[in-house]
């Protein structure tokens, strides 16, 4: 087994790591609209965090030596399910390749975000 670790994603905010690999498969940790660069989330919208997560997912992926295109599930929480459209209109640009998912509206998300993101790919 071996740990995923970089700089170009956020840092786990709590005791886990960003991602591990085993068996050929990267598990990600969920993802969060947090910039890496600044360490706080910067966009208020839907739209915006969205985009930054899968930005963060991307780059756990590239360092994993893996890419978007060999993710096979995604697990998709929101605030508000309300968000679901919007979500899904970027969403869509990232995961061209239409990986298995669930959705689901929760009640809260670490740190006031609007989504988080977790998935798993091969390697």
Request: contains cysteine; aromatic residues 6%; charged residues 20%.
């Amino acid at each position: 087994m071996r740990t995923v670790k970089t700089d170009t994603a956020p840092a786990a905010i709590g005791p886990y790591s960003q991602a591990k690999i085993t068996g050929g498969l990267m598990f990600a940790s969920g993802q969060i609209p947090v910039n890496p660069a600044s360490g706080k989330i910067e966009a208020a919208d839907i739209e915006g965090q969205t985009e930054q997560v899968c930005k963060n997912i991307q780059a756990l992926l590239e360092v994993a030596g893996s890419s978007m295109d060999k993710v096979v599930k995604t697990v998709c929480f929101l605030a508000d399910i309300a968000d679901f459209a919007a979500f899904n209109k970027v969403y869509e640009k990232f995961f061209t390749s239409c990986p298995a998912r669930s959705c689901v509206a929760v009640k809260d998300i670490p740190k006031g975000a609007l989504c988080e993101i977790e998935c798993i790919a091969e390697v």
